[in-house]
């Protein structure tokens, strides 16, 4: 298998398996507070470096497929029982489910994921993302915006910014156009549960709860006072929703 940059909480001979995916100028050490409960809870935990983020391979393709291509051997000797994507990483997510065994259940946690952007946005958001990897702010700032998180979690937000190539930041934004994902929800096959966790309407979410409106099929929760990192503000709800729709699943997947 090629190189693949990877953090992991748990004990090998742990008998359920979970997957995070981080988003946009991330990295896998950022999942560190869900990863350590879900890990207390019984999962060896994996978390990858996407490409062109923290010590993964930096690369000339970030489209979705090429990041789903580039987790696919993970799934080659894995059959994991928990996935969670955050922002990009919940798109990423949607994509890898053929992957995902048929004689499995399994349940997909998104969190705030970005279906539709206007090229505009995309536009507006580039430079401003871009400024963030270069210009990284310190543990301070990032500690006093944010007072939900943890001083870990703001060390590595800094960290993780460090580590991103900003080339990957226009790649992301500028290879995925038109960047209208809405479609995916309508592939997800019954035996994958998805659940999408919504960032607080007020505080400028990515994901929208309309935009899930036309998929019954797909089980939609708002966190209040969530900004759009819900695994930083609130990593406790992000492991109480995905034990919970685990627990679901376990006992829907013993019936069939």
């Excluded at 065994?101 to 430079?127: A, G, T």
Aim: charged residues 15%; contains cysteine; hydrophobic residues 45%.
């Amino acid at each position: 298998m090629a190189f693949m940059s990877l953090s992991s909480w748990g004990e090998p001979s742990a008998g359920k398996r979970a997957l995070l995916i981080h988003g946009v100028s991330s990295a896998s050490q950022t999942w560190h507070r869900v990863a350590k409960s879900l890990a207390g809870q019984g999962y060896l935990v994996t978390a990858p470096d996407l490409p062109g983020h923290g010590t993964a391979n930096r690369s000339s393709d970030y489209t979705l497929s090429a990041f789903a291509d580039a987790l696919r051997p993970l799934f080659a000797s894995t059959r994991f029982d928990l996935v969670i994507g955050h922002s990009l990483g919940g798109l990423i997510a949607l994509v890898l489910i053929p992957l995902f065994p048929s004689s499995h259940p399994i349940p997909c946690i998104l969190i705030d994921p970005p279906f539709e952007q206007s090229d505009r946005s995309l536009d507006k958001y580039e430079p401003m993302y871009v400024g963030e990897v270069i210009n990284v702010k310190s543990v301070q700032y990032y500690k006093a915006e944010n007072p939900r998180w943890s001083h870990e979690d703001a060390v590595w937000k800094a960290l993780s910014a460090h580590l991103c190539d900003a080339d990957a930041i226009t790649g992301i934004l500028r290879q995925n156009r038109p960047w209208t994902f809405t479609h995916l929800l309508g592939q997800v096959p019954p035996h994958v549960k998805v659940t999408i966790l919504a960032a607080d309407p007020a505080l400028h979410p990515g994901f929208r709860v309309e935009t899930a409106a036309p998929y019954p099929h797909i089980n939609t929760m708002v966190v209040a006072g969530a900004t759009h990192a819900i695994q930083r503000d609130f990593p406790e709800v992000v492991v109480e929703v995905a034990l919970a729709e685990a627990a679901k699943v376990r006992k829907w997947g013993a019936k069939l």
